[in-house]
Nanobody, 116 residues
Framework: QVQLVESGGGLVQTGGSLTLSCVAS????????WGWYRQTAGNEREFVAS????????EYAESVRGRFSVSKDDARNTVHLRMNNLTPADTAFYYC?????????WGQGTQVTVSS
């Protein structure tokens, strides 16, 4: 099994930056892809960014491309989401996700609020 714990959410002004972190524990050898998703109340969960465990290739949603950057630290079993030039449209609960050889895992979510 894989457990995910994320942190780094908070309140930031428009144009500011914030970094989210996600630490994995358990059967981390089975991880294929790390992902970040976000969700607002009453809406579907939305893909934000992903990074492959092997090779480190990244993908981004069009809405965040050029502003967000996902990276990983294999020694610490951790992925980061650096969010730059934030706008109120980025306000949401952000979730860490892992696709693996077994059942997928989700973090508990962390709130990001961008003031206008």
């Amino acid at each position: 099994q894989v457990q995910l714990v994320e942190s780094g959410g908070g309140l930031v002004q428009t144009g500011g930056s914030l970094t989210l972190s996600c630490v994995a524990s358990g059967m981390i050898f089975s991880i294929h892809t790390w992902g970040w998703y976000r969700q607002t109340a009453g809406n579907e969960r939305e893909f934000v960014a992903s990074i492959l465990q092997r090779g480190g290739s990244t993908e981004y949603a069009e809405s965040v491309r050029g502003r967000f950057s996902v990276s990983k630290d294999d020694a610490r079993n951790t992925v980061h989401l650096r969010m730059n030039n934030l706008t109120p449209a980025d306000t949401a609960f952000y979730y860490c996700h892992v696709r693996r050889s077994g059942p997928d895992s989700w973090g508990q979510g962390t709130q990001v609020t961008v003031s206008s």
